[in-house]
């Protein structure tokens, strides 16, 4: 059983930077692929970013491409992100989520394990 526990998240004027952690447990960190998601009250939970586990792909939602970038650090068992000209737009409970798989990385139901969250608030 995989456990994944987030932290970073905080309050921060538009503008500024944050970077979250994703602390993993319980698999071998190196064969898990891995993402952001993040959900704001009363949407959908959406994809953020992904880090495939074979060859360290990466993608980005289009809302934060440029400004995001997803990276890991296996031997610490650590997702990260470090996230940039941060905009109101971005505020949102984020997820870190794993999974064994390859493919399909962009959805929610690829993924097997998810953590708590952390919030993000971004002020204008």
């Known amino acids: 059983q995989v456990q994944l526990v987030e932290s970073g998240g905080g309050l921060v004027q538009a503008g500024g930077s944050l970077r979250l952690s994703c602390s993993a447990s319980g698999h071998t960190f190196s064969r898990l692929s891995m993402a952001w998601f993040r959900q704001t009250l009363g949407k959908q939970r959406e994809f953020v970013a992904h880090m495939a586990w074979a060859n360290g792909d990466t993608a980005y939602t289009d809302s934060v491409e440029g400004r995001f970038t997803i990276s890991r650090n296996n031997a610490k068992g650590t997702l990260y992100v470090q996230m940039n000209s941060l905009k109101p737009e971005d505020t949102a409970v984020y997820y870190c989520?794993?999974?064994?798989?390859?493919?399909?990385?962009?959805?929610?139901?690829?993924?097997?394990?998810w953590g708590q969250g952390t919030q993000v608030t971004v002020s204008s």
């Open positions: 989520a794993a999974t064994t798989n390859m493919y399909d990385l962009r959805y929610q139901a690829t993924y097997e394990y």
